[in-house]
């Protein structure tokens, strides 16, 4: 009797003791560096993945290549030294709402998964199953596998190795922990917890009023809200469930402009990431091009371009020419047009698209931190973008908009935030 109540008196101490060091190991901090070393690691990686289901390359070309990723990888730790630091805690919240958005979203095979992925499963099963470089033969030509097949590689190996269930979970957890980097950036956006769990919920939930045009063009709600101009901007979450590899690339783009833009980040990191995006998505990559155009001649004009900020994004555009070539093939099959929209049905669209946020930023006396000059770009770029088309469909407008709407996200978030504190 007596020893049993001795050993009750110390299982409360030794219970909070297990509680505190749960949260102190949450209370742990990691660097921006490392995660943009990390993203490097990741993007660079499926470069070199390339090569290899290519099988055009020399074996010293591997050691090369390799070479130069660490390098970019040492240059990005090195030099990536702004920027508040980020708790354990952030970043293991960004990956469980990303998992679970991802989950949700048919990755994994746990869900329902939307007619996107049927061919986006079959391509991870055609890279899995047959030997690299493979060509398929359905036709009295062979066709080559020619797309931006990036986010596929590593699982691919995965499904070689441990087979088709593994490698969906692999592309599950590789997704899922890219857009988890990418969120835990983000948040170094806003000052306080309070702010950053309302730009979290600003930027999860951002869309156009896509219910009321349904509504209007359709007389009710159809299956796809989005698509009822004909005419579409994604919202997050479409994203999210339908092109997970596009929204990494354009986020990339709109994480790494806005730190730079708060001097969180040199320029050279985010600039050696965007070719890297290139394999995972051609148009979230040119969606980003304005913004690095605005970013290169403010650096000029300010005469504050350093040595790094050359060579760097020089060394990982080298690494990445395989991919660049690779993606160009046979673009006649592609070409870029002009699509011509009736006025109308163009402005019916961004009026309950975009310009119920674009024309209070607009009007509002302090606009943004970002810059006016960084709103009136997206706000141009939105406007235009529509008459763009890439190919057969509308993938530019919906793809290429994803860097300047996720910039104007953030705008919204700052706003809302600051009211909330008057």
């Given at each position: 009797?007596?020893?049993?109540?001795?050993?009750?008196?110390?299982?409360?101490?030794?219970?909070?003791?297990?509680?505190m060091?749960?949260?102190?190991?949450?209370?742990?901090?990691?660097?921006?560096?490392?995660?943009?070393?990390?993203?490097?690691?990741?993007?660079?990686?499926?470069?070199?993945?390339?090569?290899?289901?290519?099988?055009?390359?020399?074996?010293?070309?591997?050691?090369?290549?390799?070479?130069?990723?660490?390098?970019?990888c040492?240059?990005?730790?090195?030099?990536?030294?702004?920027?508040?630091?980020?708790?354990?805690?952030?970043?293991?919240t960004?990956?469980?709402?990303?998992?679970?958005?991802?989950?949700?979203?048919?990755?994994?095979r746990?869900?329902?998964?939307?007619?996107?992925?049927?061919?986006?499963?079959a391509?991870?099963?055609?890279?899995?199953?047959?030997?690299?470089?493979?060509?398929?033969?359905?036709?009295?030509?062979?066709?080559?596998?020619?797309?931006?097949?990036?986010?596929?590689?590593a699982?691919?190996?995965?499904?070689?190795?441990l087979?088709?269930?593994?490698?969906?979970?692999?592309?599950?957890?590789?997704?899922?922990?890219?857009?988890?980097?990418?969120?835990?950036?983000?948040?170094?956006?806003?000052?306080?917890?309070?702010?950053?769990?309302?730009?979290?919920?600003?930027?999860?939930?951002?869309?156009?009023?896509?219910?009321?045009?349904?509504?209007?063009?359709?007389?009710?709600?159809?299956?796809?809200?989005?698509?009822?101009?004909?005419?579409?901007y994604?919202?997050t979450?479409t994203?999210?469930?339908w092109?997970?590899?596009?929204?990494?690339?354009?986020?990339v783009?709109?994480?790494?402009?806005?730190?730079?833009?708060?001097?969180?980040?040199?320029?050279?990191p985010w600039?050696s990431?965007?070719?890297?995006?290139?394999?995972?998505?051609?148009?979230?990559?040119?969606?980003?091009?304005?913004?690095?155009?605005?970013?290169?001649?403010?650096?000029?004009?300010?005469?504050?371009?350093?040595?790094h900020?050359?060579?760097?994004?020089?060394?990982?555009?080298?690494?990445?020419?395989?991919?660049?070539?690779?993606?160009?093939?046979?673009?006649?099959?592609?070409?870029?047009?002009?699509?011509?929209?009736?006025?109308?049905?163009?402005?019916?669209?961004?009026?309950?698209?975009?310009?119920?946020?674009?024309?209070?930023?607009?009007?509002?006396?302090?606009?943004?931190?970002?810059?006016?000059?960084?709103?009136?770009?997206?706000?141009?770029?939105?406007?235009?973008?529509?008459?763009?088309?890439?190919?057969?469909?509308?993938?530019?407008?919906?793809?290429?908009?994803?860097?300047?709407?996720?910039?104007?996200t953030?705008?919204?978030?700052?706003h809302?935030?600051?009211?909330?504190?008057?």
């Amino acid at each position: 009797m007596g020893e049993t109540s001795i050993s009750a008196k110390h299982v409360v101490p030794s219970t909070k003791a297990t509680s505190m060091l749960s949260r102190n190991r949450l209370s742990i901090f990691i660097a921006p560096r490392w995660i943009w070393a990390a993203l490097a690691t990741w993007l660079g990686g499926s470069q070199l993945l390339l090569w290899r289901f290519l099988d055009s390359f020399p074996v010293w070309a591997y050691a090369l290549g390799a070479l130069v990723l660490a390098e970019l990888c040492f240059c990005t730790a090195k030099v990536a030294k702004g920027g508040r630091d980020i708790s354990l805690g952030t970043l293991v919240t960004c990956f469980l709402i990303a998992l679970g958005l991802l989950v949700l979203s048919g990755e994994g095979r746990l869900f329902y998964a939307n007619v996107d992925w049927q061919v986006r499963f079959a391509v991870l099963r055609d890279m899995g199953m047959n030997p690299w470089p493979f060509v398929y033969t359905a036709r009295a030509d062979p066709d080559l596998l020619r797309a931006p097949i990036g986010m596929f590689l590593a699982p691919a190996l995965v499904f070689k190795v441990l087979g088709p269930r593994a490698a969906d979970i692999a592309l599950l957890a590789q997704n899922a922990t890219l857009v988890a980097l990418l969120l835990a950036l983000g948040s170094q956006l806003f000052s306080n917890r309070r702010s950053r769990l309302i730009g979290l919920a600003i930027f999860v939930l951002f869309s156009g009023m896509d219910a009321i045009g349904d509504l209007l063009m359709q007389g009710t709600l159809t299956g796809h809200l989005e698509d009822w101009a004909e005419i579409e901007y994604s919202s997050t979450i479409t994203l999210l469930f339908w092109v997970p590899q596009h929204a990494i690339a354009g986020w990339v783009g709109a994480v790494g402009y806005m730190l730079w833009r708060e001097g969180r980040v040199p320029l050279a990191p985010w600039l050696s990431l965007l070719p890297m995006t290139a394999l995972w998505s051609p148009l979230g990559l040119m969606g980003a091009m304005p913004f690095v155009a605005l970013a290169g001649v403010r650096m000029l004009i300010a005469r504050s371009l350093r040595l790094h900020d050359i060579l760097a994004p020089a060394a990982s555009a080298v690494l990445c020419l395989p991919s660049l070539i690779y993606l160009g093939a046979a673009p006649d099959d592609v070409g870029i047009h002009f699509l011509p929209i009736p006025f109308v049905q163009w402005l019916l669209f961004q009026s309950f698209e975009t310009l119920p946020y674009l024309i209070p930023l607009a009007i509002a006396g302090r606009s943004t931190r970002f810059g006016r000059d960084s709103l009136w770009l997206a706000f141009a770029w939105l406007m235009f973008i529509p008459f763009v088309q890439i190919g057969w469909s509308t993938d530019f407008m919906m793809r290429g908009s994803i860097t300047a709407l996720a910039v104007v996200t953030v705008m919204v978030s700052d706003h809302v935030v600051q009211r909330g504190e008057r």
